[in-house]
């Protein structure tokens, strides 16, 4: 009885599924596989552009093609309309190409056929590379990982933010840091004959664990040979990317000090934007995708409690891994009906390493049993970490110089506190007047400048103007 039970059961499942509809999603993406950050500048390997090529060939088979097995609803399946995604990096150039690889296999060229236009004389034009589709990546200075940050060797300095970088130092201070680097040291020594052409007998140990693990690990990907080889026995090479793990995860969050994870806090308000304006667009915007550095997966999964649910969220995710934020409803979604907040969910998935080889798996998020939540829900366990506006941002990071120094004066000055609001990012609208009024101010000054440039006139000092002219004089220049 029982297994007629379940067999009926698994009969229904793919009915269930189907009445599920995919409403947007948000896509976090590493880069694929790239040179060592040790021989700076770091440049994407023809095997990381074909890793991400894979993965954005897995997610236009999931989501985008005509036979997608979870269908975007109302996405463009063959050519690319540039309304419906968001795509963006920042200024480094593995992150850059990595998006341009990916983007190549979530639109492909399209051929002769569609990549074909007809103009007003009749004549026909080709679009180059079989139909090849220009799709932008937005370099953008306040993505979730900051700018340079493959020829970084210390991801949080790349931040900008001063209380994170404060908080990842402390990492170096503490305790538990300096039990592991005194524990290590013979371990690291006896590598030496590897890295020595990299490091010196000073520099070979923990603090360097994962410039010392990226040494190794690059080299095993693509050199025929590696000094002393033979010291690299896989219980070796696994001690040196659990040390790295535990040194960049501990380098990016930190459970007393949330600001060490403002790349997780900065990411989170950027994902709950996005969709938040697929929602309110009625899936108008379906796809928004960022690629960013490892540091910001590590962050984003200790402040979302994802260690909770394995310890394998607090390790460095490995080339082309992504995370995947898929919104989805049950109710029925047409061009005239779409459904309510209290009617959309959110589901999270992880993929360690590029999704045409690893499983996209479900996890659940803030420590609950479900992986899917309700929309409400999860916004309201984002918003409790994420930093979305640009005032909260420099008070929370103690910066007060920049941008930061009109925008921490501007609220301060307008209600002595502020507030996180990722729904509505970017700059504030007191500041949007502060530079409006000093736009208008400059536009002033430069009509005056050219009308008393033309007219012959100049500016002459009060005081120099009484030494030298009468009062009848200077009362002239003043009225001219």
């Known amino acids: 009885m029982l297994a007629t039970q379940i067999l009926f059961l698994s009969t229904l499942l793919p009915l269930l599924q189907a009445q599920e509809t995919v409403l947007g999603v948000y896509i976090f993406h590493r880069h694929g596989d790239r040179t060592s950050k040790n021989f700076v500048p770091t440049t994407l390997t023809d095997l990381g552009y074909y890793q991400v090529h894979a993965a954005?060939?897995?997610?236009?088979?999931?989501?985008?093609?005509?036979?997608?097995?979870?269908?975007?609803?109302?996405?463009?399946?063959?050519?690319?309309?540039?309304?419906?995604?968001?795509?963006?990096?920042?200024?480094?150039?593995?992150?850059?190409?990595?998006?341009?690889?990916?983007?190549?296999?979530?639109?492909?060229?399209?051929?002769?056929?569609?990549?074909?236009?007809?103009?007003?004389?009749?004549?026909?034009?080709?679009?180059?590379?079989?139909?090849?589709?220009?799709?932008?990546?937005?370099?953008?200075?306040?993505?979730?990982?900051?700018?340079?940050?493959?020829?970084?060797?210390?991801?949080?300095?790349?931040?900008?933010?001063?209380?994170?970088?404060?908080?990842?130092?402390?990492?170096?201070?503490?305790?538990?840091?300096?039990?592991?680097?005194?524990?290590?040291?013979?371990?690291?020594?006896?590598?030496?004959?590897?890295?020595?052409?990299?490091?010196?007998?000073?520099?070979?140990?923990?603090?360097?664990?994962?410039?010392?693990?990226?040494?190794?690990?690059?080299?095993q990907i693509h050199n025929s040979s590696?000094?002393?080889?033979?010291?690299?026995?896989?219980?070796?090479?696994?001690?040196?990317?659990?040390?790295?793990?535990?040194?960049?995860?501990?380098?990016?969050?930190?459970?007393?000090?949330?600001?060490?994870?403002?790349?997780?806090?900065?990411?989170?308000?950027?994902?709950?934007?996005?969709?938040?304006?697929?929602?309110?667009?009625?899936?108008?915007?379906?796809?928004?995708?960022?690629?960013?550095?490892?540091?910001?997966?590590?962050?984003?999964?200790?402040?979302?409690?994802?260690?909770?649910?394995?310890?394998?969220?607090?390790?460095?995710?490995?080339?082309?891994?992504?995370?995947?934020?898929?919104?989805?409803?049950?109710?029925?979604?047409?061009?005239?009906?779409?459904?309510?907040?209290?009617?959309?969910?959110?589901r999270f998935l992880f993929s360690n390493g590029t999704t045409s080889e690893h499983p996209l798996t479900p996890y659940p998020l803030f420590g609950q049993s479900e992986t899917v939540l309700p929309w409400n829900t999860f916004v309201d366990q984002m918003n409790q970490f994420a930093i979305g506006d640009q005032a909260d941002w420099c008070t929370k990071c103690g910066n007060s110089t920049g941008v930061c120094a009109s925008a921490t004066s501007t609220s301060t000055g307008a209600s002595g506190s502020t507030t996180s609001s990722p729904s509505a990012g970017g700059i504030s609208k007191a500041v949007a007047g502060v530079i409006g009024a000093m736009v208008t101010l400059a536009v002033i000054l430069g009509v005056e400048a050219l009308i008393m440039l033309l007219a012959g006139l100049r500016v002459v000092n009060k005081k120099r103007l009484s030494g030298r002219a009468s009062p009848e004089s200077a009362s002239a220049v003043a009225k001219a």
Request: hydrophobic fraction near 40%; charge should be negative; include cysteine.
């Open 226 to 346: 590696i000094p002393s080889d033979n010291l690299l026995t896989p219980e070796t090479v696994f001690q040196l990317q659990t040390l790295a793990d535990n040194h960049e995860y501990n380098l990016a969050f930190n459970l007393s000090e949330p600001i060490r994870a403002i790349a997780g806090s900065v990411l989170a308000a950027q994902i709950v934007q996005q969709l938040n304006m697929t929602i309110t667009g009625k899936s108008k915007s379906q796809i928004g995708i960022q690629f960013g550095a490892y540091a910001s997966f590590l962050s984003f999964f200790g402040l979302a409690q994802l260690p909770k649910v394995s310890d394998n969220f607090t390790g460095i995710v490995d080339y082309a891994s992504s995370m995947t934020f898929e919104l989805v409803t049950n109710a029925t979604v047409t061009d005239t009906s779409y459904p309510s907040n209290d009617q959309i969910s959110v």
């Open 56 to 219: 954005g060939d897995f997610y236009r088979n999931r989501y985008i093609d005509a036979n997608a097995t979870s269908k975007i609803f109302g996405i463009s399946s063959d050519l690319v309309k540039n309304s419906q995604l968001s795509v963006e990096a920042p200024v480094d150039t593995v992150l850059q190409n990595s998006a341009a690889g990916f983007l190549q296999g979530l639109y492909p060229p399209v051929g002769v056929t569609l990549g074909t236009q007809k103009l007003a004389n009749g004549t026909s034009v080709e679009a180059p590379l079989g139909g090849f589709q220009l799709i932008p990546v937005n370099a953008i200075a306040s993505a979730a990982s900051g700018a340079n940050s493959e020829n970084s060797q210390w991801l949080q300095g790349q931040s900008g933010c001063n209380n994170a970088i404060i908080s990842s130092n402390n990492y170096f201070f503490s305790q538990e840091y300096m039990t592991e680097l005194n524990k290590t040291m013979d371990f690291y020594h006896s590598v030496l004959p590897v890295v020595n052409g990299t490091f010196s007998l000073a520099q070979d140990n923990f603090k360097n664990a994962y410039l010392i693990y990226d040494l190794v690990h690059v080299s």
